[in-house]
């Protein structure tokens, strides 16, 4: 079937008809309104069940904020003005919020609008239904709560430079509703612009065009304005204040810092214009005009976030040796799979995170070579196999692609499965048809619905259509449904390369028949490789031999923070006190999830020995760390 985007359903009867309100839905499945595009999926296509919009009846095409700062109440606050597309007859509009002081609604001309809001649900907050009374324009005055979960508001002291205070917000995947009050669904793109005040010896960014740059001059600080012409799912509006400077990287490429760390991130980073002409080569053009990224304080919870025009990264990526760029290469490639097009709800998060690795993939060995590239699938295929063990074995519902996630945190579906089972989804279907064909079919997905949501529906249609193209005996090979619907690995699954870490196998295998630490030839390897021996090596060691490993290899001191998480992975599992200093260190002066949730759940999984270290870190670590973070090691320290 040639893929199609219909009108949404109300009720199961046509009556909000869409399609009849312009000539460009002809064909194309997208909604004109007022100069924006507002692509839509089919009801039961699009049902997102982590958002109580009811986009069928009214949604929000366009948001325009007008936000001041307040660092010391810890709140962000004014006016979102949002452009409303509404059915004939509909009277009301719901959006979604979590613990915002909403103090009143008008519409377009002021006039006072009745809203309520509903019953807050722990995880998804409370519904704000506004009574529209013929508006097509409603404008909320609002202030977000002192622990809104998206925000964090550091003190000087947990910055870089500790000259300044810093903002900055995380809303993936449901978390911008606890500072903007709008339709938080990824499948109800909408277009922006803001207006944001600060203290006149702050900057701020956002993830969308600078309009000015340099701020203007306002009573009580400076005013930056932004703007996003292009329909972007909600969770991508992203901002950052701080004492930030900026430097050039390229012709369209930038980085954002504080100055005390400006000059190393932009080594780090000095590849990016090289990895978007990479990935336009592969996949067509970067359609959002600059690629620029902030390098935040550590306490961001994230590698990275692809919010557009300016990804948000940490600062444990700057090993000094541009080493762990791969992680650039992956946010870059969702300006293409996840901002360009998205996931139209969050049980399809491998339509994201699946196909940028995979991208990630193409872009570092397009770069770096086949062997680079190679290594990092190979470490991903075992961080997979090792979240089917954890989620329950092969058979574990929590294996397949496309998940029930009603009645849970989107966050439940954040695992390797979507990334890496999703990535090897796409290798095996590239093996199955050839490059040539998977790369010019992919291509045109992209072309096909950029700026538009998807869902794993669709995308078999799509990949059935102009891939497969009726090809039973390809039909059969591919097993499309299975890899999407059922839990495990399909039989036909493109096994990973076994040759680009054969060297180092051998030397794991020879460590742990007991040969010498000096017949390992860590100091010539490269960061993957040195991952795949630390990770390999048998977890049971003897105090002795991981004393021989830190003298030789000064993994305590390490400053690669992957090297430094796997060894402290590997000193845990054999309650090795000498690394206690490092581990304390180590999650006192970064809140990335990836490595501090799985530190504690290690601690607390070594009895009353780990118990202690993590309860005694985590008492003075907890309020550094994002919600995101925190939240995850509560429940880990609270089960134990």
């Not at 609008?113 to 404008?139: F, R």
Request: with cysteine; proline share 6%.
């Amino acid at each position: 079937m040639t893929p199609r985007l219909s009108v949404l359903l109300l009720s199961g009867a046509a009556i909000f008809s869409l399609a009849a309100c312009s000539p460009a839905t002809q064909g194309g499945g997208q909604v004109e309104t007022a100069g924006q595009v507002a692509p839509i999926l089919d009801a039961a296509d699009a049902k997102d069940v982590h958002s109580y919009a009811r986009p069928e009846i009214a949604r929000v095409t366009h948001m325009a904020l007008d936000l001041t700062a307040d660092f010391a109440a810890k709140r962000i606050g004014g006016t979102a003005t949002l452009d409303v597309q509404a059915a004939p007859g509909a009277k009301e509009i719901i959006l979604d919020s979590k613990g915002l002081e909403i103090l009143k609604v008008t519409d377009g001309n002021g006039r006072a609008l009745e809203y309520a809001l509903g019953t807050a649900d722990p995880t998804l907050g409370a519904p704000l239904t506004i009574q529209l009374n013929g508006a097509n324009k409603v404008a909320i005055s609002y202030g977000s709560a002192p622990d809104a979960a998206a925000l964090q508001w550091l003190a000087p002291e947990q910055t870089a430079g500790k000259k300044l205070p810093f903002l900055f917000s995380q809303g993936q995947a449901i978390l911008n509703r606890t500072w903007i009050p709008t339709q938080d669904s990824p499948g109800i793109r909408q277009t922006w612009e803001a207006r944001i005040t600060v203290p006149d010896n702050m900057v701020a960014v956002m993830s969308g065009d600078r309009l000015t740059p340099n701020g203007e001059k306002v009573e009580g600080g400076k005013a930056y304005r932004f703007k996003m012409d292009k329909p972007v799912a909600p969770y991508l509006v992203a901002i950052a204040v701080g004492d930030l400077a900026f430097q050039q990287l390229g012709p369209r490429t930038g980085v954002f810092a504080e100055p005390a760390t400006l000059k190393a991130s932009a080594y780090e980073l000095a590849d990016t214009e090289k990895m978007v002409e990479a990935a336009e080569a592969l996949y067509g053009p970067y359609r959002w005009g600059r690629y620029d990224m902030i390098v935040l304080p550590p306490a961001f919870p994230f590698g990275g976030m692809e919010n557009p025009t300016l990804t948000f990264l940490t600062p444990t990526m700057i090993a000094g040796d541009r080493s762990l760029v791969s992680l650039i290469a992956h946010e870059l490639a969702h300006s293409w799979s996840g901002n360009l097009v998205t996931n139209a709800a969050w049980a399809d998060f491998w339509l994201n995170e699946g196909f940028t690795v995979y991208f990630e993939g193409r872009i570092m060995e397009a770069l770096y070579g086949k062997e680079r590239a190679d290594q990092l699938i190979s470490l991903g295929w075992d961080s997979m196999q090792a979240t089917i063990t954890d989620l329950g074995g092969a058979q574990a519902p929590g294996t397949r692609l496309h998940l029930d996630l009603k009645g849970s945190d989107p966050d439940d579906g954040m695992n390797d499965i979507a990334y890496e089972k999703g990535a090897a989804f796409l290798r095996t279907i590239e093996q199955t048809v050839g490059r040539a064909r998977f790369d010019a079919w992919l291509r045109g997905y992209f072309d096909r619905y950029a700026f538009q949501p998807t869902s794993a529906s669709r995308f078999l249609e799509d990949i059935r259509a102009n891939l497969v193209k009726g090809d039973s005996a390809l039909e059969q090979k591919l097993m499309l449904d299975q890899w999407v619907y059922q839990p495990g690995l399909p039989s036909n699954v493109a096994p990973p390369p076994t040759a680009a870490f054969a060297a180092v196998d051998q030397a794991v295998k020879a460590f742990s028949a007991g040969g010498p630490v000096s017949a390992v030839p860590y100091q010539d390897w490269e960061t993957a490789e040195r991952l795949r021996f630390l990770n390999g090596i048998p977890r049971s060691q003897s105090k002795e031999r991981l004393a021989e490993l830190d003298r030789a290899f000064s993994l305590n001191a390490s400053g690669n923070s992957e090297i430094l998480f796997a060894w402290l992975q590997l000193a845990i599992a054999n309650r090795y006190d000498p690394a206690a200093p490092a581990l304390d260190k180590f999650l006192s002066s970064m809140g990335r999830r990836k490595f501090v949730a799985p530190l504690f759940q290690s601690l607390v999984a070594q009895g009353d020995w780990g118990k202690a270290i993590a309860t005694r870190i985590y008492g003075k670590t907890r309020s550094t760390y994002h919600s995101v973070t925190y939240n995850t090691v509560d429940a880990t320290l609270k089960g134990s």
